[in-house]
């Protein structure tokens, strides 16, 4: 049985024919805020004014390749060190996330921060399912980025139709280089403007490659999943916690059976 | 523009999703080990490969030991035991020549240069087996 409305069965339909979701963020002052939060860091690590929102899309001209990680990192544990960040995130993607996951959720703890500069290749995701490296089957991944991405700045996936082949023929292939070799013309590469987000299934094949555009690329990933929907490597308490626990759960975790003697 | 001032080369992060030896070891833990290592060793860490967990797979050991134009110049992986049943153990070096390119095990802090460390992995494999 379900009880959803027209708009929302249209996207879960088109959600699972794509394997990915692209809407556009209600509230745009929470993704503003996190931009003026990274700013004002950014301007403390590197000791200077950063005027407008330039500095986004041209960090290239800020940073250099070898120093990138370690900006990379501070800028995340600053973010990440906000009690608020991770409930910020979520409201960006409450509406769609509710829909393909529900509404008792687990979510990572903290929120990954990737910064892909023209040219460079020190932080690349080959292709890959996260499946395969240790995740539940029953994640999405929320992919909001701060600037415009499409084509090499931004991500590619493939649908869950051509996944399905690489799933059956895996055998077939000697490196992970050689499955993105094979898939390259049948990649599909997400063009997504500052202002929406991505939901997509990590199960999917995705990954980049070096960011050929004259921009910089921000973004950042979370990973949410039904509370009660099994984990892998990834666990509960380690990797995720809860958001939205309901209270019918609470009183079960809390339920004591008598015992008698 | 900020820049390390470092001569120090980049290095690539190799991690498990299976059980190393029998352990299951957190990701976040494999890498810590690795970059303490590469710290205490002046080494530049690019972000982990990871390889993938279906068993035999050694998918992404084989991308970077195979790739021809790396942008680093060696692997620290976190432990020796994940080469254990890795099937072409032996061709290792002939790969890492080709490709100029060294392997280092964080976890036991060692180098494997040649085809003696090759052997003496062996060693190491079939001494573990003996176990309470």
């Known amino acids: ?261 | 523009m900020m820049s390390l001032k470092l001569n120090k080369l980049w290095h690539m992060g190799y991690i498990s999703s299976r059980e190393i030896d029998g352990n299951i070891i957190p990701q976040k833990v494999q890498n810590l080990v690795i970059r303490d290592y590469a710290q205490r060793n002046n080494m530049n860490l690019l972000l982990s490969s990871t390889e993938y967990k279906m068993k035999n797979s050694f998918l992404m050991f084989d991308s970077l030991i195979n790739k021809k134009n790396q942008n680093f110049v060696g692997i620290i992986i976190y432990s020796l035991f994940m080469l254990k049943d890795y099937p072409n153990r032996e061709k290792i070096i002939i790969e890492l020549k080709k490709n100029k390119l060294r392997i280092f095990c964080a976890l036991e802090e060692i180098e494997i240069k040649n085809d003696t460390d090759i052997l003496s992995l062996k060693k190491i494999f079939f001494i573990n087996l003996n176990k309470k």
């Open chain 1, 1 to 261: 049985m379900e009880i959803l409305d027209p708009k929302e069965k249209n996207a879960i339909k088109k959600f699972a024919r794509q394997g990915y979701y692209i809407f556009d963020i209600e509230d745009k002052k929470i993704l503003k805020a996190i931009k003026d939060d990274i700013k004002r860091e950014a301007a403390k690590i590197l000791k200077r004014k950063l005027k407008g929102y330039n500095f986004f899309n041209y960090t290239q001209n800020y940073i250099k390749n070898n120093f990138l990680n370690s900006f990379r990192l501070k800028i995340y544990n600053k973010l990440n060190k906000d009690k608020k960040f991770l409930e910020k995130y979520y409201k960006m993607g409450r509406k769609y996330i509710d829909l393909f996951c529900g509404n008792e959720l687990a979510i990572q703890k903290k929120i990954n921060l990737s910064i892909q500069l023209p040219e460079d290749s020190s932080s690349l995701l080959p292709i890959h399912t996260d499946v395969w490296s240790g995740n539940s089957p029953f994640e999405l991944v929320l992919w909001i980025p701060l600037v415009s991405v499409k084509k090499t700045k931004s991500m590619f996936i493939l649908s869950p139709k051509q996944n399905k082949y690489y799933f059956q023929n895996l055998n077939k292939f000697k490196t992970a280089e050689n499955i993105y070799t094979h898939a390259n013309r049948k990649l599909n590469w997400l063009n997504i403007r500052y202002g929406q987000g991505l939901i997509f299934s990590q199960n999917l094949l995705h990954g980049n490659v070096v960011n050929k555009e004259k921009t910089s690329r921000w973004s950042f990933n979370c990973r949410f999943k039904s509370l009660f929907s099994p984990y892998d490597l990834k666990k509960y308490g380690e990797y995720f916690t809860s958001i939205n626990m309901r209270q019918a759960s609470i009183m079960g975790i809390n339920y004591d059976e008598p015992k008698i003697k």
